[in-house]
């Protein structure tokens, strides 16, 4: 079951956008590409296409493509189980009449890339009615540009095309998305009514949330857990589990938000990273840093478990 709830809240211009186009295009069979910093609300979106479609009732299933190859041919193909001679179906066939979400599809084996272009355009040969849906933390068009993905793929999805806003870019709305976290903890806990101070929520909003929606609900939900009383203030995060170094509420004179010098150089690398399409080599050359020192961060955000460093290809 994917949670809807990320992606309806919030009132940023380019989050209203992304959810306007997600409406109009539920009405449609159009594939859809969705695109998003890890922990965006990427697969959230997707379910809420779903859930707006006349497939609402039918199923909706999720192959994260960053799994073994292997894998995820067999979830998507089917296979028959080595000790029952049970034949699993694939998930084209399990949703048919709904809708598939292809998670990380950037991450999708290159040996497969083309196959499964070659099974979603034969779908309606064997009666299969499937609505395809694909998500990436990666600039697709240079992957194709780098020889790095399928381009026959790539067209079949990106026929429309919605960009995911990262939480630090969203200001006020995230007050309001922590206030959302809050509510869904009190609930599921019976802990009754639970407030958040107006200082706490400048807090969480000048923080840069690196893994963005995920990043915010563990920390609410740790702080939480360990908070005592009913208003979530300044006191109860410096308390919580994992302390966090917010990032300062100033900018400078060209209207750039202040981060850590830390958070900073994380930042330009995975930039560095996306815009050569992952090649390591150029990356180090515009970073102005040898490609041995560039391993040696990538090995040290690994170990962190920095989302987009762990999936790294």
């Not at 590409?33 to 859930?51: D, F, M, N, Q, V």
């Not at 994992?242 to 060209?254: A, N």
Request: net charge neutral; with cysteine; glycine share 6%.
């Amino acid at each position: 079951m994917l949670t809807q709830g990320l992606v309806l809240v919030g009132n940023h211009p380019k989050f209203n956008t992304a959810l306007e186009t997600a409406r109009n295009v539920a009405v449609t069979k159009t594939p859809v590409l969705i695109s998003g910093e890890i922990g965006s609300g990427k697969k959230a979106l997707g379910a809420y296409i779903h859930a707006q479609s006349a497939r609402k009732n039918a199923r909706i299933e999720v192959v994260d493509c960053s799994f073994d190859a292997s894998m995820v041919e067999k979830i998507v193909l089917g296979h028959r189980d080595d000790q029952s001679g049970k034949f699993n179906r694939g998930v084209l066939e399990v949703a048919n009449g709904g809708t598939v979400i292809f998670a990380n599809i950037d991450a999708l084996d290159d040996n497969f890339q083309k196959r499964l272009y070659t099974i979603l355009q034969e779908l309606p040969d064997y009666e299969l009615d499937v609505r395809i849906i694909a998500t990436t933390s990666k600039s697709l068009s240079k992957l194709v540009g780098a020889g790095k993905f399928s381009r026959a793929l790539y067209t079949y999805f990106s026929g429309v095309l919605i960009d995911m806003i990262s939480l630090r870019e969203r200001g006020t709305d995230v007050e309001l998305i922590a206030r959302h976290f809050i509510n869904e903890y009190a609930v599921e806990n019976n802990a009754g009514d639970i407030s958040l101070c107006s200082e706490a929520a400048r807090k969480l909003t000048d923080y840069n949330w690196n893994n963005n929606l995920h990043e915010l609900k563990n920390f609410i939900r740790k702080t939480l857990t360990n908070m005592e009383g009913k208003t979530l203030d300044i006191s109860a995060i410096e308390k919580g589990e994992r302390r966090v170094e917010f990032s300062s509420h100033e900018t400078d004179e060209d209207g750039v938000k202040l981060m850590s010098l830390r958070d900073a150089e994380k930042l330009l690398i995975k930039k560095a990273l996306v815009y050569t399409s992952e090649n390591r080599t150029q990356a180090a050359k515009i970073l102005g840093v040898s490609i041995r020192t560039l391993r040696n961060k990538i090995n040290e955000y690994r170990s962190e478990g920095t989302a987009y460093f762990i999936n790294l290809r």
